[in-house]
């Protein structure tokens, strides 16, 4: 999927509120109370349950990290970091980071990056797809997958940025879930990469499948989605944008959905799932 987070700058500096902007104001003694309630699972003080975490995780990030040194997968050469015309003006690198998110889900990383070259040939701009008509740009958008329904949810989600946003893309996650055809995983990485703000974790197939094997989630997880609301209780904020692109090219790479490569990888000797000799 073309769906990296990279660790290069975003598109805008601008970044999402705190999540306690527009809230009463509480004495300090209360915010001292709540921030332990956060650190432990259950009770205050000495003697509290710590927060759960995987026994290695660090070690085993780490060693992501040195897998993915080269920065040599499809999602680094082709990713949606990369799918945007940098030259364009701020509200046109935004939108053509959403229309290329939209193309990429059940799409590969290559697929994703012609397409978008394609459409940005063709003038890629809010203005020049609602003046498209739909047979136009499925020629344009195939082979992407889902091809002929992405037709119509670029069509009204582009509709509702033009008459709703201005041409621009909305800056939080949950007014970019409610645009046809975008879901979480597009949300935050839109987050991310348009907006330059860490608003929550990008969960693909990639981060939930090896999130499971790992065993980064406390109970197995069946959804993205799960994925993402489990990491969240325990991974460290300021990791939160890299771990999507480290995950996504080691997905690619070497802990592939079928017959991963174990044998090639730093962390067969302390991954719960690696088959070992």
């Known amino acids: 999927l073309c769906a990296g987070s990279s660790p290069e700058p975003g598109i805008s500096a601008i970044h999402a509120g ?18 332990m309630a956060i650190a432990y699972e259950a009770g205050q003080g000495e003697g509290a349950e710590a927060r759960w975490e995987p026994p290695r995780w660090r070690e085993q990030l780490q060693r992501i990290r040195q897998m993915r040194s080269g920065r040599d997968a499809p999602v680094d050469e082709m990713g949606v970091h990369r799918c945007y015309d940098t030259s364009a003006p701020p509200e046109v690198r935004r939108y053509q980071v959403l229309l290329a998110l939209m193309l990429s889900s059940q799409t590969k990383d290559q697929v994703t990056s012609a397409a978008m070259l394609r459409l940005r040939r063709r003038g890629l701009t809010v203005d020049s797809v609602l003046q498209m008509d739909e047979e136009s740009l499925g020629h344009i958008i195939y082979p992407v997958g889902f091809w002929r329904n992405k037709v119509k949810y670029i069509k009204q989600t582009t509709a509702i940025l033009k008459q709703k946003y201005g041409g621009d893309i909305p800056s939080t996650v949950e007014e ?93 000797d302390i991954c719960p799932a690696a088959k070992r000799p």
């Open 18 to 35: 705190s999540q306690l902007q527009g809230t009463p104001a509480v004495p300090r003694q209360s915010r001292r109370r709540k921030s």
């Open 176 to 268: 970019l879930v409610q645009l046809p055809g975008v879901g979480p995983k597009m949300a935050h990485l839109a987050m991310h990469i348009a907006w330059d703000s860490v608003a929550g974790i990008a969960v693909d197939t990639h981060v939930h499948r090896i999130s499971n094997r790992l065993q980064w989630v406390k109970k197995e997880t069946k959804s993205p989605e799960q994925t993402r609301v489990a990491l969240e209780q325990w991974l460290p904020r300021d990791l939160w944008k890299e771990i999507n692109w480290l995950l996504v090219g080691f997905g690619q790479q070497t802990c592939l959905p079928v017959s991963p490569r174990c044998s090639q990888c730093l962390n067969q």
